[in-house]
């Protein structure tokens, strides 16, 4: 298939639309002239408007990259198709402002083809395309709506735990006094009525906590409540439930710890109720030998393991162990009450405190649950401790290295080691972000280029100053070289520096997305404009403006950088990488 290369820009706020000669020629629009994207969407298919649209507008909530395939309506009544693709500029909160990118047509010299009906199939190519986006979307859409349906019901069931919990608090409390009354005027049958009532009363308030419990973690309203607290008199409360939730069945409790456990920083009420869901589901299904509750102190972490001499559990049913609402215990044994909530709450709330709970099984033998525990939790924006200065980082990659030389090869290892010594004028943060790099801010002239302000008083790892000099030097060596970094500056007509710290990109064409591409284009120092890739590679032309310096190269997989002490962006916390 031949196309028109063409371009577009739409700035969100007016709605003002700028398209190239082809697209323009193709509508009947005088070239060079803005229109509006409401005209653009008038001269689309009927069909295929509320589609456009609509990935337009989730573009624009998101951010995200923009990608259509619809048809067209031209200026002489026939119909084609378009691919329209584009990036989203935002501005510093995140807001897009505005959407350019390129568009292909279907060309018209197809017809004459030797081929007659190449425009037909590729008519009917592209109508199977947009048929399978079409089904793609209402897919997600369909997904979308029941994901948020269920995340109201949790959201609903999480907000009103209290109001669902307080009538059966309630009503334990009635039952209570009808249960004096009835032992006053020695009531047989009536305690015994309500000795039947307090049973399903419990098994529904156990039911209803742990459903509100699962609805409030998923909800993300359920939140961990670190402080220290002696683990003593906690395992002495599990021992006491262990050996009541056992006495009846004969089976035997037995807890296993140190002498002196001392003291844990975490949440006391979460770690109750994961031993309690624990041995209360070993005691379940046990019913001859022993339930064992072990804690072994590894200094800086606590094992705790629950085992016992039950039916165990089959291994088609491991997988699905920790789902909500599954049961557990061997084909074999009897069906226990219970909500098959607690398993699922307890693994949940074993990864909130920072530990995975694992599960050891053999069917009529037994199973183990075990899981460990930090014994000092971090607050959830504190789990990384601050690097002390005379740290060293060891960072792990799976590539060989390949060259060094920042300008040849895109390559994720490659890039991800070239942003330790070396900076762009640009950079994305954690977010996605476009942030300033060795740029602190930008601004376009008008529709035919950027201007860049460069930061002042940046080093070079030497104690060389940094400039507008050694950008054009870089530019001009990676035009030079033609690799696969020279396409973010093709644009780019010619450099103007203004002074040492001011440089104007003339560009033919609007070019919106010029500051991000400028990200990917490390800028080296310009006495090594000419250096080829070997001095690269053996250290020579390694001189950045970036965090780290690189200091030597240990064989084809290693690499040693010290601190930049003088960097712009203030000294790393490593003194080693």
Same mark, same amino acid.
């Given at each position: 298939?031949?196309? #028109?290369?063409? !371009?577009? =820009? ?17 509508? !009947? ?21 509320? @589609?456009?649209?609509? %990935?337009?507008?989730? %573009? ?20 084609? #198709? ?7 500029? @935002? ?32 008519? =009917? ?16 859409? @369909? ?21 669902? @919990? ?53 909800? !993300? ?6 402080? #220290? ?103 074999? %044994? ?107 801010? #930008? ?47 093709? /644009? ?6 203004? =002074? ?14 010029? /500051? ?29 403006? !970036? /965090? ?30």
């Amino acid at each position: 298939m031949a196309g #028109w290369p063409s !371009g577009w =820009d739409l700035r969100i706020a007016d709605d003002v639309l700028a398209v190239g000669p082809a697209l323009a020629e193709l509508l !009947g629009w005088p070239v060079d002239e803005p229109a509006t994207g409401a005209a653009f969407l008038a001269c689309l298919h009927p069909d295929d408007v509320a @589609r456009h649209a609509s %990935a337009l507008r989730e %573009a624009e909530a998101t951010g995200s990259r923009f990608a259509c395939a619809s048809r067209i309506v031209g200026v002489d009544g026939g119909t084609r #198709w378009l691919f329209l693709s584009g990036n989203a500029e @935002r501005d510093e909160a995140g807001r897009v402002l505005r959407f350019a990118g390129a568009v292909r047509i279907l060309d018209e010299s197809i017809k004459t083809s030797p081929r007659a009906d190449l425009p037909l199939a590729m008519g =009917d190519l592209l109508a199977a395309g947009v048929a399978a986006l079409e089904t793609g979307e209402a897919e997600k859409t @369909r997904r979308l709506e029941a994901e948020e349906n269920v995340f109201s019901q949790r959201e609903f069931l999480s907000t009103v735990s209290h109001e669902i @919990r307080n009538p059966l608090t309630v009503i334990f409390a009635n039952i209570g006094i009808l249960r004096a009354r009835a032992e006053q005027q020695q009531d047989t049958g009536l305690l015994q009525r309500l000795a039947t009532l307090e049973r399903a009363g419990k098994h529904l308030r156990d039911l209803v906590s742990d459903v509100l419990d699962l609805a409030k973690i998923e909800a !993300g309203h359920l939140l961990v409540e670190p402080d #220290w607290f002696d683990l003593a008199p906690l395992l002495l409360e599990i021992e006491d439930m262990g050996h009541a939730l056992t006495r009846e069945s004969g089976v035997m409790f037995l807890l296993d710890t140190p002498a002196d456990l001392g003291r844990m920083f975490g949440d006391r009420l979460k770690l109750k109720q994961i031993l309690l869901n624990l041995v209360g589901n070993a005691a379940k299904f046990t019913k001859a030998g022993r339930v064992t509750l072990i804690v072994t102190d590894r200094g800086n972490s606590l094992i705790f393991e629950v085992s016992d001499t039950g039916s165990g559990i089959p291994a088609d049913r491991l997988e699905t162990l920790f789902k909500a609402f599954v049961q557990v215990g061997g084909s074999n %044994a009897p069906r226990a009450a219970g909500t098959g909530l607690g398993l699922s709450i307890s693994e949940r709330y074993v990864r909130m405190l920072g530990g995975r709970l694992s599960v050891n099984s053999r069917l009529g033998e037994g199973s183990t649950f075990d899981f460990a525990l930090p014994r000092v939790l971090q607050p959830a924006d504190a789990r990384v401790p601050p690097a002390r200065g005379e740290d060293r980082l060891v960072i792990g990659h799976t590539e060989d290295l390949g060259t060094l030389d920042p300008h040849v090869q895109i390559r994720a290892t490659n890039e991800m080691i070239a942003r330790h010594h070396f900076d762009a004028l640009t950079a994305m943060d954690a977010t996605g972000r476009l942030v300033p790099g060795l740029a602190t801010r #930008w601004e376009p002239l008008g529709e035919h280029g950027w201007r860049f302000h460069l930061r002042a008083n940046v080093s070079f790892h030497d104690g060389s100053s940094f400039d507008a000099r050694d950008v054009v030097a870089t530019f001009e060596r990676v035009a030079r070289l033609g690799g696969p970094y020279a396409a973010f500056l093709r /644009p780019v007509e010619r450099v103007e520096v203004s =002074d040492p710290h001011t440089l104007e990109l003339r560009t033919a064409t609007p070019q919106p997305l010029l /500051p991000i591409d400028l990200g990917h284009v490390s800028i080296i120092h310009r006495r090594f404009a000419e250096a080829d890739s070997a001095a690269f590679d053996d250290l020579t032309a390694i001189l950045g403006t !970036g /965090p780290f310096q690189l200091t030597q190269r240990l064989g084809a997989r290693a690499l040693r950088f010290n601190r930049h002490a003088a960097y712009w962006g203030g000294a790393s916390n490593w003194r080693e990488l």
